[in-house]
């Protein structure tokens, strides 16, 4: 067997994108080390981690000699130096990679603007010491809903697939469905019901059992945290 370089993925269990390359890797069985980078103690910014990623921020990919940020080109960097099957980012049909790529680079300011912003602004920002107006966390909650939306009208309009590009996983599931995992301990986790072809999707993947094992472990812990600060606050309207 050709003998590969070791992967270290550095990231933490509470960040979204890092999770995705988390379970990416397990589900297909590659073997790696795990670094955390804890983003509540700031552990970003040592001067260690930033000779990594100098834009100090997880997830960051080391694999031999070289080193990466973002978890989408992580992810695309893992399938094609691993030779991972073909349907998580096909090598040879480029009107379906398109269509994947698509996805992925909405993903930053579709899921992840509406999910993430949400989360941060509501519950994270106060760690800042600045937490964020309500305005603020409601202009997210509104882009959620629009991501929720077009992910109904558009990429699950089909009741007969089962993921977001067809009948087989792609890397769009799994950063997808890492974005949206932190709703469910939070306040608006309900959001869903509106949305029943996301629902149901999401929990196909929430039923992948590499998935579910870190995705549940995020719930849990989050949950707790979140809890501290619900019970300061009002639930918002749905
Ligand atoms: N587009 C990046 C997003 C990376 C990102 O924003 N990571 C967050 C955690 S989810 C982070 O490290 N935040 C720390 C900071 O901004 O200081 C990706 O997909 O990897």
Not at 11 to 30: E, H, I, M, W
Not at 117 to 123: E, L, T
Not at 134 to 161: A, G, P, R, T
Not at 215 to 225: D, E
């Amino acid at each position: 067997m050709e003998d590969k370089p070791k992967i270290t993925l550095y990231g933490d269990y509470a960040s979204q994108p890092t999770r995705a390359c988390y379970v990416f890797l397990k589900y297909n069985k590659v073997p790696f080390e795990f670094k955390q980078v804890r983003v509540t103690k700031l552990e970003q910014y040592s001067p260690e981690f930033k000779k990594i990623n100098p834009n100090a921020k997880v997830p960051a990919l080391t694999d031999g000699d070289i080193s990466m940020f973002e978890s989408h080109t992580i992810l695309r960097y893992l399938h094609e130096s691993r030779k991972l099957p073909d349907h998580w980012y096909p090598r040879t049909d480029f009107r379906e990679r398109a269509k994947i790529d698509e996805y992925l680079d909405w993903h930053h300011n579709g899921i992840r603007l509406g999910a993430g912003g949400y989360i941060f602004r509501k519950y994270m920002s106060s760690l800042t010491g600045k937490p964020a107006p309500k305005e603020s966390i409601n202009e997210s909650l509104m882009n959620l809903k629009k991501s929720f939306k077009l992910m109904e009208q558009y990429w699950l309009k089909d009741d007969k697939q089962k993921y977001l590009l067809g009948n087989e996983l792609t890397l769009a599931d799994f950063s997808c469905a890492s974005e949206i995992t932190q709703i469910i301990p939070s306040n608006i986790a309900s959001i869903l019901d509106g949305y029943p072809k996301v629902k149901a999707w999401f929990q196909r993947i929430l039923d992948i059992s590499e998935f579910n094992k870190v995705h549940h472990k995020a719930i849990a812990t989050l949950s707790k945290y979140f809890q501290i600060i619900d019970d300061q606050g009002n639930k918002p309207k749905l």
